[in-house]
Every structure is written in C-alpha cells, then in structure tokens.
C-alpha cells in the first residue's frame, strides 16, 4: 500500500480507502455484519486505513456496522470520514437537513452510530450553494472542531464541476474536497483540480470505477435490480457509458491487467488526487482495488514515506 497526505489536514491517508455506501443496502446487496467484518479485516490486512461513509447510507445504518466492527477490533490505524446534510427515510428516498442545527444532531446521532468521540473527516453532502453559503453553518462545524468532535472539515460536492464551493473552501474551513472523478467523467480536471492544488485541500475521488461499470463486468444491455441505485440511471446513457468502457478496455488497458485495477490507478496519477474510495462487496473486491497501489510510483506530490516524516517533510 502507498499513503498520500490528504492536503491541509495532515493526515496520511492510504490511497486505497473504503466506500461504504453498499453497506446501506441500495446497491442490490443487504450486508450482514460478518460479511461487512471481513471486507474491512482485509483492507486493514492490506494497508487500507481510510473509510468514507455517511449519515444518509441507510439510516446510520453504514455507520452502525463500521462502529460494531471498530468497537470489537478499535478504532486505531483507521481514518474515519463522514457526512451531513440529508435524512433517510427509505430506499433511495431522503430529504435535506443543512441548518445549523440539523447538522450538531447528525454528528451526535454518526457519532454515537460509530462508537467513537469524534470523527477524522466530516464533510458537507451535496448540497446546493444556497445551502452552503450559510455562515451559521460553518461557525457551528467550527464549534464542533473546537469542541473536538471533529478533527477536519470537508466538502463533498454534487456537481463535480462546483467551482464556487472548492474555491470558498479555505475561507470557510473545508481542508479537503470529494467529488466524482473517473476515467468516464473528467469534468474536475477543467478548473476543480487546479483550485484544489492552489488551496492545498485535500481530494478524494469518489465514483472512481464509475458506478462499477469501469470494473469491466458489465457488457452493453446490462440492467440492475430494483434493489441497485443503478437501476435509476438514464438507460440511453447506462448503454453509452458501457460502450465506451469496452472501447476503452480494447485501447488503454494493458492486456494482462484487470480493468478495475487499472480505472483506479488511472485516477490516483493525478497530482490533486489525494486517495480514491471505492466501494467494495467482497474481499476479492478489496484485493483487486488494493491492487492499484502497486502500479504508482512515488513521486507523486502528495506520497508519504516513514523517511519524510522522520525528516520533518
């Protein structure tokens, strides 16, 4: 496994972490607990320490089986992000909570769902810039910083080109920014990228195999389950995407190499990119994502080494 720091915050992330969404049961699978212990067992085995969930995966539910896992094997070695703004109330349905308020109860209800006092990362969720240019907002996350239920702010953004809140980010105190970047969808390379780098601020990618249609499995004509947050996507587009995947699979990746592998380490050799989260059902899923780590070198500006820290870099 190689580590990155994550921007400003400081924190040396592996550049492998752990997307935890499917452990809320929209992504045609319902985890048990043994099943969610095992993926996170081989990623720890494997180096992984970053996990990235949300409120809204489930009702806590994401955040309820990591915290059972942490509490029985602890929190040590793991960098724990994750999020606010939205209440689930059923499969795929939610509504938005961006006050203030609504925001102190969230963190106190993902906290307590996690088992832990504070969390590394905590991160605005998609919301609008209606929502987001809210001063009560940020001086309340601020608090809560202080206060040391937080260690870091971040910003998680819907539209991957959302040039306005990455570039309010160090004014508001977000050090770190998520936002979806895949070999299928480039849009944060125009200008996101670049602020991020300027800021220092910290990038996860998220999405990084596309929904999983860079993972090489799916053949154009697929469909999903009902149970599949895919099943919502736009068909004509869902068949373009898949077409192109089988272009690039002829064309860019090397013959010997798994596609999902090879989708991620695409991702991680930009120089904003900090890590990359994508989710994972199964061990063999870990293994081929953990994988990727192997095909970087370590000139990237974010590597992180035992010799640098020793030296103070």
């Not at 070999?183 to 596309?210: T, Y």
């Not at 587009?237 to 690039?248: H, M, N």
């Not at 991620?264 to 994508?278: F, R």
Request: glycine share 8%; aromatic share 8%; charged share 25%.
């Amino acid at each position: 496994m190689k580590y990155r720091t994550l921007g400003k915050t400081g924190l040396k992330v592996s550049v492998i972490g752990v997307g935890t969404w499917q452990f809320g049961g929209e992504w045609g699978q319902d985890f048990t607990q043994d099943e969610v212990d095992a993926v996170l067992d081989k990623a720890k085995e494997l180096g992984i320490n970053l996990i990235d969930t949300a409120e809204c995966y489930g009702d806590h539910l994401s955040e309820s089986f990591i915290g059972n896992y942490l509490s029985r094997r602890g929190r040590e070695g793991w960098v724990v992000a994750t999020k606010f703004g939205h209440h689930y109330h059923d499969r795929f349905k939610r509504d938005e909570r961006f006050s203030a308020e609504d925001m102190i109860g969230q963190l106190d209800a993902s906290l307590k769902a996690l088992g832990v006092d504070y969390v590394d990362l905590y991160q605005f969720h998609s919301g609008t810039d209606s929502v987001f240019d809210n001063d009560a907002l940020w001086t309340a996350l601020d608090k809560q910083k202080q206060a040391g239920k937080i260690l870091h702010i971040g910003t998680s953004i819907a539209k991957n080109d959302n040039l306005h809140q990455v570039a309010a980010s160090t004014q508001v105190g977000s050090e770190a920014i998520q936002v979806v970047y895949n070999r299928l969808d480039r849009a944060p390379e125009e200008s996101v990228f670049q602020s991020c780098l300027q800021q220092n601020l910290g990038v996860l990618a998220r999405v990084p195999l596309a929904s999983g249609y860079l993972s090489g499995k799916y053949k154009p004509g697929a469909t999903f389950a009902a149970t599949d947050t895919r099943h919502r996507h736009d068909p004509a587009e869902t068949q373009r995407k898949l077409e192109e995947v089988q272009r690039i699979r002829e064309h860019e990746v090397p013959e010997a190499m798994d596609m999902a592998t090879w989708a991620l380490a695409w991702c991680l050799k930009h120089d904003a990119v900090s890590a990359v989260i994508p989710g994972c059902k199964n061990v063999a899923q870990v293994e081929s994502n953990a994988k990727a780590a192997s095909y970087l070198s370590d000139n990237h500006p974010q590597a992180w080494t035992e010799e640098a820290e020793a030296s103070g870099a």
